[in-house]
Nanobody, 127 residues
Framework: QVQLVESGGGSVQAGGSLRLSCAVT????????MGWFRQVPGKKRERVAD??????????DSVKGRFAIFQDDAKGTQNTLYLQMNNVKAEDTATYYC??????????????????WGQGIQVTVSP
């Protein structure tokens, strides 16, 4: 099992920076896909960034060059996943979720394999 708790959200002005954290507790060491997702009311949940635990990361086009996903201990039972958000824009306003797959051999991170989710945290970017 995997438990996820996000922190670090809040309000920030456009052009500023914010770092989201996700405290990860697992029962088993191994390989996991970890990701950050976001959702705006009335719209589908969007994958912002993910990492397969071997250092391979992917980003949605709208955040490339501005956001970075990284983690402390990708394979450990205690880990922290981060999303560094730089040069934020009004369109980054959303509820952000941390998510994880089960342990496995991941060549890529299919969205439908993210089984474990945090409670969500609000990020609001003001003009």
């Amino acid at each position: 099992q995997v438990q996820l708790v996000e922190s670090g959200g809040g309000s920030v002005q456009a052009g500023g920076s914010l770092r989201l954290s996700c405290a990860v507790t697992r029962t088993t060491r191994g390989n996991y896909c970890m990701g950050w997702f976001r959702q705006v009311p009335g719209k589908k949940r969007e994958r912002v960034a993910d990492t397969d635990g071997e250092g391979v990361t992917t980003y949605v086009d709208s955040v490339k060059g501005r956001f970075a996903i990284f983690q402390d201990d990708a394979k450990g039972t205690q880990n922290t996943l981060y999303l560094q958000m730089n040069n934020v824009k009004a369109e980054d306003t959303a509820t952000y979720y941390c998510a994880s797959t089960r342990e496995g051999s991941w060549n890529f991170c299919p969205m439908n394999q993210f089984e474990f989710w945090g409670q969500g945290i609000q990020v609001t970017v003001s003009p």
